[in-house]
């Protein structure tokens, strides 16, 4: 099934007048259950495609339809209702809510949710207990490691069990053995079927993912399949 | 999104910058207080005063000497002395012929003058009164008597005291029947009254009396009246009574038709009239004051917001970008400032009726007849206004909030 179809994609900046083209003629589609990298060094384009696919922000060109629905013709509140219900974001600081707990941070998805979820305890305790920081559930956001924050974090972009999880440079505050962990459990969810977008400007980093989209100076330069992959082991070591 | 989430948000995000969000009720506190003060204690002020006058009496009739508009204060009333309101008008106005309803008249001269007792010697305002002044005034004699008929024109030097008086110039022992110097001559004190209270201006207890004509020709050297007060038999006959007042002075001091009367009649009702207007715009203008402290305190809430928001700008972005929508964002905001005010406006309620009990207790020590009120209006204007002051000051750091860009906001820094 065809979650994300991208056609000649691009945008322009406009500050003031002075344009500035971050984005031009990215074409691809991504299936359901995929992992992919999109790769690139800075300037390269790759956040400003991550905002577009995460309804972030606006293409100025090209279609850009998401479950079969042309997003370029949404309103705002369609955008904000598509963001609670089909996508969960990762960011490289976290961006969990300070003196709030842990819990309550994962739950904030569904806070939005157009229906009233009933079962909220149950799928907020399900989802820490992916990313195994049940013990953690009570605790302050701010009384966690960086680790355990980014766990909180890929627990907070998974509850409302979204089609595609958007991870923007998910281990780039993180030491090399906790940025290991949380690209395990990555995969993990990969592997019991979640589609997963990782934009990262590490080429460790990327190739645990099943694709690589490269990109420089706005455009896609290569789109292939990953022949080394990495894989990371619950020890926070990598096995090849 | 269950209905006690936003205010379950708002609360956490309140309670977490504790020290912000306590000025910020505080201000709001202070107004709400200041409002329930203020018009409470305006409410109580303007009953004491309404409340003396009322003891007077509704069926009094003043008579003073000198024009007046008829809205204005009497000439007399301000400062002017009028000589034409003889002793004679007096005695016509006792007769039953010219004006039936009048059941008793005094005719008022005052002065001050040093009194002293074997003990004490001190400087005193006095009243020269005709007998019938307890009636008209509704006093009751406590001790020995109130002068004879006859004693209003036989320029006896008889003296009746108010009762503090009494007591400070013969503390040991009864005054009736001791000797005093009045303006060095002496008079005997026949009777003691019985205590009146403080009024709001002036204490009648520590006033003395002494006979009209006494007054007059032995204190004061004149001969006309300063007032004089009548009663009526019913409150429905004021107007007449008025009416018949001017008719018959108009015609003792043979005054033309297009002439106007060098005398002003006014009732205690008409009085109460002109007091209630008088303290009602004081009470208002009061209110108005005490209101600005609300507008203040409604913008510290703006200010407070403001602030919030551009300290919470991640969150905006983050909430954003887990699905709020800008009337999500909008609904927080509102909910935290309308919180701020719900709490100021109660606690505010709370510590204005506080005070405005202590300033009643403190007010009843000094020996006013004070009564502790506190006007339902106010505590609705108090909690009302504050709440709306709360939205509307949290409306524009609300609409900012929600028009954060989500990605620029995640980014903040």
Redesign the interface.
């Known amino acids: 099934m065809t979650l994300i179809t991208a056609k000649n994609l691009s945008k322009i900046y406009d500050n003031e007048g002075v344009k500035t083209q971050a984005l031009a003629d990215a074409s691809f589609s991504i299936e359901k259950g995929e992992f992919v990298a999109i790769m690139g060094p800075s300037g390269s384009g790759k956040s400003t495609l991550m905002?577009i696919l995460?309804l972030?922000?606006r293409p100025t060109g090209g279609t850009y339809f998401l479950k079969d629905k042309d997003v370029s013709k949404m309103t705002?509140?369609e955008l904000?209702?598509m963001?609670?219900?089909e996508i969960g974001?990762v960011?490289q600081?976290f961006?969990l809510?300070?003196?709030?707990t842990v819990f309550?941070n994962v739950e904030?998805?569904l806070?939005?949710?157009e229906h009233?979820i009933k079962d909220t305890k149950e799928r907020v305790m399900e989802a820490l207990r992916a990313v195994n920081l049940e013990h953690r559930a009570f605790y302050y956001s701010n009384q966690l490691s960086g680790g355990e924050k980014q766990r909180a974090a890929i627990a907070?972009a998974l509850v409302?069990d979204p089609a595609i999880i958007f991870a923007d440079e998910p281990t780039g505050n993180l030491d090399s053995k906790s940025g290991l962990q949380v690209m395990l459990i990555l995969q993990a969810l990969n592997e019991s079927g979640a589609t997963i977008i990782l934009v990262t400007h590490e080429t460790d980093t990327a190739e645990h993912a099943k694709r690589i989209i490269r990109m420089l100076d706005g455009r896609i330069v290569s789109d292939e399949l990953v022949a080394n992959r990495q894989f990371a082991n619950s020890k926070g070591e990598l096995t090849k | 999104?269950?209905y006690s989430?936003p205010i379950r948000?708002a609360y956490?995000s309140l309670v977490?910058a504790k020290l912000r969000f306590f000025l910020t009720v505080l201000g709001i506190v202070i107004g709400v207080a200041a409002v329930i003060m203020v018009m409470g204690i305006g409410a109580s002020a303007q009953g004491l005063v309404l409340s003396q006058v009322k003891k007077v009496g509704s069926d009094l009739i003043g008579i003073l000497p000198g024009a007046s508009e008829e809205e204005g204060a009497p000439a007399s009333a301000l400062g002017i002395v009028t000589t034409t309101f003889k002793n004679d008008d007096l005695k016509a106005l006792r007769e039953r012929r010219s004006v039936p309803h009048f059941t008793a008249i005094s005719g008022y001269v005052t002065g001050s003058a040093t009194i002293e007792s074997a003990r004490e010697s001190e400087s005193v305002s006095f009243q020269g009164v005709s007998p019938e002044m307890i009636e008209v005034e509704n006093i009751q004699v406590a001790e020995g008597r109130f002068f004879f008929p006859e004693e209003e024109s036989n320029l006896s030097r008889v003296i009746v005291l108010g009762s503090t008086r009494a007591a400070e110039l013969f503390p040991d022992r009864s005054a009736v029947g001791e000797t005093v110097r009045f303006k060095d001559i002496p008079f005997k004190v026949v009777g003691v009254l019985e205590e009146r209270g403080s009024t709001a201006f002036s204490n009648p207890d520590t006033l003395v009396y002494v006979p009209l004509e006494t007054a007059q020709k032995l204190l004061l050297g004149i001969d006309y009246l300063n007032f004089a007060r009548g009663k009526v038999d019913d409150v429905a006959h004021i107007d007449q009574t008025i009416a018949d007042v001017e008719e018959l002075l108009r015609k003792r001091h043979d005054l033309e038709d297009d002439e106007e009367s060098d005398f002003s009649v006014r009732s205690t009702a008409a009085a109460l009239d002109v007091l209630t207007s008088i303290t009602d715009v004081l009470k208002y203008f009061l209110m108005a004051i005490a209101s600005l402290s609300l507008l203040v305190g409604g913008i510290g809430i703006m200010n407070s917001m403001l602030i919030s928001v551009s300290q919470r700008i991640?969150?905006i972005?983050?909430?954003?970008?887990?699905?709020?929508?800008?009337?999500?964002i909008i609904r927080q905001f509102l909910i935290e400032s309308a919180f701020i005010t719900c709490l100021g406006g109660i606690l505010g309620i709370i510590l204005g009726i506080g005070l405005t009990f202590v300033a009643s207790i403190i007010i009843k020590a000094l020996g006013y007849e004070w009564e502790f009120l506190v006007p339902l209006i106010s505590l609705a204007l108090g909690f009302g206004v504050s709440l709306v002051i709360g939205i509307v000051f949290g409306i524009y750091p609300a609409i900012k909030a929600s028009r954060v860009t989500?990605?620029e906001a995640?980014r903040y820094e």
């Not at chain 2, 972005?317 to 999500?328: E, F, Q, S, T």
Request: aromatic share 6%; glycine share 6%.
């Open positions: 905002q995460g972030l922000d705002d509140d904000a209702q963001r609670n219900s974001f960011f600081a961006n809510l300070p003196r709030t309550e904030l998805p806070l939005y949710d009233p907070r409302n | 999104m269950r989430d948000i956490n977490a991640r969150e972005g983050l909430r954003k970008a887990v699905g709020a929508r800008p009337k999500h989500t990605m995640l």
